[in-house]
C-alpha cells in the first residue's frame, strides 16, 4: 500500500540509504511511495528536508570512495570503467569536467560541481 502520511523515522531511512551509495528513487521505492511525495514531504518537514541533504551527501561520498578505490585496476588490466564511473557521477551528483587549454598548449581539466535542478539542494 502506498504510503502518504510522514513519519520522523523516514530521516534514518534516507540516511542510512545514503550511506549504501542509494539514490532518491530508492528511498521512494523502499518507502514504497511516489518520489513527487518524497519532495512534498521535505518541503513541509525541515527534518526531512536535512536529511535528504545528507542522503545525498553520503551518497556522493560512497560513489566518489569507489572510484578512488577502484581506479588503479583499469591501469593494471582489470576490468573498472573509468568512463562509465565518470559518466555515472555526471548524470547522478552534476559533476562536469571541463577543458580548459592555455596558450602554452597544455591543457587542465577542472571538474565544475553543480547539484542537479530536480533534487532538493541546501539553501
Given amino acids: 500500500m502506498r504510503k502518504t502520511t510522514y513519519d520522523p523515522s ?8 545514503g550511506i549504501e551509495g542509494k539514490s532518491i528513487a530508492a528511498l521512494a521505492s523502499r518507502l514504497n511511495t511516489p518520489r513527487q511525495m518524497i519532495y512534498q514531504w521535505a518541503e513541509a518537514n525541515p527534518e526531512f528536508a536535512d536529511a535528504l541533504v545528507m542522503m545525498r551527501e553520503h551518497a556522493e561520498a560512497y560513489w566518489e570512495n569507489i572510484g578512488e578505490k577502484y581506479h588503479h585496476i583499469e591501469k593494471d588490466g ?3 570503467n573509468t568512463p562509465v564511473w565518470k559518466h555515472f ?3 547522478r551528483f552534476g559533476q562536469h569536467e571541463k577543458q580548459v587549454i592555455d596558450t602554452n598548449g597544455k591543457t587542465d581539466i577542472n571538474v565544475v ?5 530536480n533534487e532538493p539542494t541546501e539553501e
Fill in 113 to 117: 560541481i553543480a547539484p542537479p535542478s
Fill in 78 to 80: 582489470g576490468t573498472f
Fill in 89 to 91: 557521477m555526471a548524470v
Fill in 10 to 17: 523516514y530521516c534514518d531511512v534516507a540516511i542510512e540509504l
